[in-house]
């Protein structure tokens, strides 16, 4: 069994510890050992079955094998803490796919460092970077692109051909239509239905998606 932790302790972390256990029902690969959290004051703390167990600045230090992610639901903060982690070359990103997902495996591509949660539907053709969550119950289509340190939330739908670039987070229920390109740092709000290309750093809200106005 390969070591690994998760990076955070909040909730969608003790989510990726269920997930864990899931695989390991399939094949039993991971021995779990608990969270890493940036407070020290939190070494020690319960966390579901688990508890926090060190620091980032541990994981730095580390000279011998192991696997981690990132159970942090914030795009910024997730490209943060990989750009600090890849210092070191004992460290590696796994990939934990949910053993339910449906997929023409053969045909999508994976970077590193990704979580695809149960109940997800992805087609075929479909090019995933590295450092994304992929919440539950959600379906990305045909042809469809996605780069690095995003978050979609459960319930999301991108159509045949959507780009997504880096950074960008998709709220709960949200649905992009087909061919439509959304730049890095976009912001889809929850139910938001997107009709048209986003560009970089909006925020869109709304049926059809528009400029969240602040």
């Known amino acids: 069994?390969?070591?690994?932790?998760?990076?955070?302790?909040?909730?969608?972390?003790?989510?990726?510890?269920?997930?864990?256990?899931?695989?390991?029902?399939?094949?039993?690969?991971?021995?779990?050992?608990?969270?890493?959290?940036?407070?020290?004051?939190?070494?020690?703390?319960?966390?579901?079955?688990?508890?926090?167990?060190?620091?980032?600045?541990?994981?730095?230090?580390?000279?011998?094998?192991?696997?981690?992610?990132?159970?942090?639901?914030?795009?910024?903060?997730?490209?943060?803490?990989?750009?600090?982690?890849?210092?070191?070359?004992?460290?590696?990103f796994t990939n934990l796919i949910h053993p339910g997902v449906l997929s023409d495996r053969n045909r999508c591509q994976l970077g590193v460092g990704n979580i695809i949660c149960a109940g997800n539907i992805l087609t075929t053709d479909i090019k995933i970077g590295s450092f994304n969550i992929l919440n539950l119950a959600s379906t990305y289509g045909h042809d469809v692109t996605i780069g690095d340190c995003c978050v979609f939330n459960p319930g999301v739908n991108l159509s045949g051909g959507v780009t997504v670039g880096d950074r960008c987070l998709l709220g709960t229920g949200s649905l992009v239509l087909e061919t439509l390109t959304l730049g890095n740092d976009v912001i889809v709000g929850g139910g938001a239905v997107v009709t048209k290309n986003v560009d970089p750093g909006l925020c869109v809200v709304g049926i059809p998606a528009k400029p969240l106005v602040r």
């Open 1 to 92: 069994m390969n070591d690994i932790v998760i990076i955070g302790a909040g909730g969608f972390a003790r989510e990726v510890a269920w997930l864990i256990k899931d695989i390991n029902t399939q094949d039993n690969n991971w021995n779990f050992l608990g969270y890493i959290e940036s407070d020290r004051s939190r070494i020690g703390q319960s966390c579901g079955d688990a508890f926090v167990i060190e620091t980032d600045e541990w994981l730095l230090r580390q000279e011998k094998e192991l696997y981690l992610v990132i159970g942090i639901g914030n795009p910024q903060i997730i490209d943060r803490i990989r750009h600090k982690l890849v210092q070191n070359k004992y460290l590696h």
